[in-house]
T-cell receptor, first 114, second 112 residues
Framework: DGGITQSPKYLFRKEGQNVTLSCEQNLNHDAMYWYRQDPGQGLRLIYY???????QKGDIAEGYSVSREKKESFPLTVTSAQKNPTAFYLC?????????????FGDGTRLSIL | AQTVTQSQPEMSVQEAETVTLSCTYDTSESDYYLFWYKQPPSRQMILVIRQEAYKQQNATENRFSVNFQKAAKSFSLKISDSQLGDAAMYFCALSGNTPLVFGKGTRLSVIA
């Protein structure tokens, strides 16, 4: 079955540590996205990529980094510069021409601070 | 900038009854799309319904329908014959030339 796989499901970060969240899709989608979800805040866009080797900052990119070396993969690194990383992180993908195409979501990763 | 506002943080409905969730938005684009997503306790995001702004006809998917008022920039979701499985967070979202912008969500409870 086609879909989006996020791993791990739960992740713990120590102070000063960088951690990487994995997102893989086999839907042959061109565009991929990372969102952060906090209670009462809805989903906020961190980064997105419409094509391999290219990505754009979203509304809350500070303290995060991404790469898009393969069409199927869009890992998100939460750096030590992100002072409040505790949140639920969702990865999504869509076909190119994103405006009229719904995004498909993974099951999410919950990140907590140790 | 595009914005989406959901003014009802929480709603409740009796099983088998009808409930309407409100959403207003703002955009300067003429070509855009509106979505309702459902997020059950499992946290999975599920597409409920989609509306193209250039279509005047309101979208319908089984028990789910929308009331799209373009001039008023309003996009409400009506759930008919509510079921216990409809209990979830519902997010309204807007997309044009930029990625989806989400509202803060409405938590829907269904009372048996």
């Amino acid at each position: 079955d086609g879909g989006i796989t996020q791993s791990p499901k739960y992740l713990f970060r120590k102070e000063g540590q960088n951690v990487t969240l994995s997102c893989e899709q086999n839907l042959n989608h061109d565009a991929m996205y990372w969102y952060r979800q906090d209670p009462g805040q809805g989903l906020r866009l961190i980064y997105y990529s419409q094509i391999v080797n290219d990505f754009q900052k979203g509304d809350i990119a500070e303290g995060y980094s991404v790469s898009r070396e393969k069409k199927e993969s869009f890992p998100l690194t939460v750096t030590s510069a992100q002072k409040n990383p505790t949140a639920f992180y969702l990865c999504a993908s869509s076909t190119y021409g994103q405006g009229n195409q719904p995004q498909h979501f993974g099951d999410g990763t919950r990140l907590s601070i140790l | 900038a595009q914005t989406v506002t959901q003014s009802q943080p929480e709603m409740s409905v009796q099983e088998a009854e009808t409930v309407t969730l409100s959403c207003t938005y703002d955009t300067s684009e003429s070509d855009y799309y509106l979505f309702w997503y459902k997020q059950p306790p499992s946290r999975q995001m599920i597409l409920v319904i989609r509306q193209e702004a250039y279509k005047q006809q309101n979208a319908t998917e089984n028990r789910f329908s929308v009331n799209f008022q373009k001039a008023a920039k309003s996009f409400s979701l009506k759930i008919s014959d509510s079921q216990l499985g409809d209990a979830a967070m519902y997010f309204c979202a807007l997309s044009g030339n930029t990625p989806l912008v989400f509202g803060k969500g409405t938590r829907l409870s269904v009372i048996a």
